[in-house]
């Protein structure tokens, strides 16, 4: 468009009358000038529109990393709460399951024990040691379980051995 407009320019500064007379110096000198200043405003306009495509390529790669940090942010997100959705699960199961059967075991060796400790003293000592170990393997499974619960609130919390 500009190559236009300076053509234009130069065709119509040659041609309609009173036309530039290549002879007379002065005219000579402002040809020139003209022809001078034409050119530096073309290279400017070509090195703005050349800064302007380089800045929205910018731009456009800036949008583009955002928008892959996004998605890298989204996808973290997603993947953090299916491990909370696991844990609690997971808790939900050991608690129901396992913690469940070895209180019911505890129950039942405390009650045989004190069943056994009249008649059979020996055996009743044995069934004691059983009940503490299994009351200690209920306290152990509720410590994971409380290991995996914190997980959900965005706390960790290590077991304490005492």
Known sequence: MLAAIITLYVVMALTISPTLSTDAYQEKVLFVRVITMVGIVATGTLLVGWERARRREAVFAERSR????????????????????????????????????????????????????????????????????SKQSLLDVRHYVFDLKPFLSGRKRGRQHG
Do not use: C, W
């Not at 955002?66 to 996808?75: A, G, I, T, V, Y």
């Not at 696991?86 to 045989?112: C, P």
């Open 66 to 133: 955002s928008e892959e940090n996004l998605e890298l942010q989204r996808k973290t997100q997603e993947a953090e709460l299916a491990a909370l959705e696991e844990r609690s699960r997971i808790a939900r199961e050991i608690h129901d399951g396992v913690a469940q059967s070895i209180y019911m075991l505890s129950l039942q060796l405390e009650t045989f024990a004190d069943l056994t400790d009249k008649e059979q003293p020996e055996t009743g000592e044995r069934l004691r040691q059983l009940v503490a170990l």
